[in-house]
């Protein structure tokens, strides 16, 4: 399944042009690595998405079979490794 498909199925972001959007920007990383959409995801990849006060580290436990997903087997496709808040005092910094 295609990266940006996954972040969509697994509801780690809300739209598929979100998830686009994020990897052309270099804000995904998986396994290590700066990922394109279309770049195919297998179970047991770990997947990084940086958001502007966020870091999140998950683990891909399974791939689901369609595009949609209920929203209780969406948690379900992935496990949580690490998610670490970004605090700064500057409100307007990115």
């Keep these: 399944m295609r ?9 780690l972001v809300v739209r ?13 990383l998986v396994n290590g690595v700066a990922a394109r959409s279309a770049r195919e995801v297998r179970a047991g990849d770990e997947i990084t ?3 502007q006060r966020s870091i999140l580290t998950v683990r891909v436990k399974e791939i689901p079979g369609g ?22 005092d500057d409100p307007f910094a990115v």
């Excluded at 990266?3 to 509801?11: Q, W």
């Design 67 to 88: 595009k949609q997903v209920s929203k209780s087997a969406a948690a379900s496709l992935y496990e949580i490794l690490s998610s670490q808040n970004l605090e700064t």
């Design 49 to 51: 998405l940086k958001r």
């Design 3 to 11: 990266l940006d498909l996954f972040l969509r199925a697994s509801r």
């Design 16 to 28: 598929r042009t979100q998830a686009q959007e994020l990897c052309e920007a270099g804000a995904v």
